[in-house]
């Protein structure tokens, strides 16, 4: 079964600089996705990025980049220029790209924005 | 696009009573719908996943009599938590996604209190 685990259960940046969020995660298949979820206060979950496993080229989106080492089995959230709005739990998530599409959460990690 | 409905966003209710919760794609066809029971200050775990015109599949460890999924249509499933109890208490999270491949779509959740 494939896990998904993120070291940092809380990090804190001040507002405009870079904050880097880790995850690492376990599979023996070839084909997958990866992704960042974002929950802040009000519960919702909000997709930051997606990375497919077969792609070398990081994912990009804004503010939000990824850094994917897929023989490493890495796969961190940089998140440049932090607004207080970013604030929110960081959750990794696992996807197989075969079978079940069911994703498989990392423990999260609560960001702090500080002003 | 791709907005996903949950209802009710909150309940309470009192000890062995049934509760139903809605979850609705409104702008796309949901061919299969996930649903996610989150502790406090603790990840998503997967309950069930439920594909349209079929039964459901459990996770290990989740009680199908106990949390029955109805998938009837495209656009609709159903979590009902039957005879609730204190310990079923939680936040429940739905997410729906159009085929193979394709991005989960998040509800924006129930929080359940049982009394």
């Known amino acids: 079964a494939q896990t998904v685990t993120q070291s940092q259960p809380e990090m804190s940046v001040q507002e405009a600089e870079t904050v880097t969020l880790s995850c690492t995660y376990d599979?023996?298949?070839?084909?997958?996705?990866l992704f960042w979820y974002k929950q802040p206060p009000s519960r919702q979950m909000i997709l930051v990025i997606r990375q497919e496993a077969y792609k070398q080229q990081n994912a990009t989106e804004n503010r939000f980049s990824v850094n994917f080492q897929k023989a490493a089995k890495s796969f961190s959230l940089k998140i440049s220029d932090s607004q207080l709005g970013d604030a929110a739990m960081y959750f990794c998530a696992y996807r197989s790209a075969q079978g079940a599409q069911k994703l498989v959460f990392g423990q999260g990690t609560r960001l702090t924005i500080n002003p | 696009g791709a907005v996903v409905s949950q209802h009710p966003s909150r309940v309470i209710c009192k000890s062995g009573t049934s509760v139903k919760i809605e979850c609705r794609s409104l702008?796309?066809?949901?061919?299969?719908m996930f649903w996610y029971r989150q502790f406090p200050k603790q990840s998503l775990m997967l309950m069930a996943t439920?594909?349209?015109?079929?039964?459901?599949?459990?996770e290990q460890g989740v009680e199908k009599d106990k949390f029955l999924i109805n998938h009837a249509s495209l656009t609709l499933s159903t979590l009902t938590v039957t005879s609730a109890h204190p310990e079923d208490s939680s936040f429940y999270i739905c997410s729906a996604q159009s085929g193979a491949n394709q991005p989960q779509h998040f509800g924006d959740g129930t929080r359940l209190s049982i009394l």
């Open positions: 702008d796309f066809q949901a061919t299969t």
């Open positions: 439920s594909n349209e015109g079929s039964k459901a599949t459990y």
């Open positions: 599979t023996s298949e070839s084909d997958y996705y």
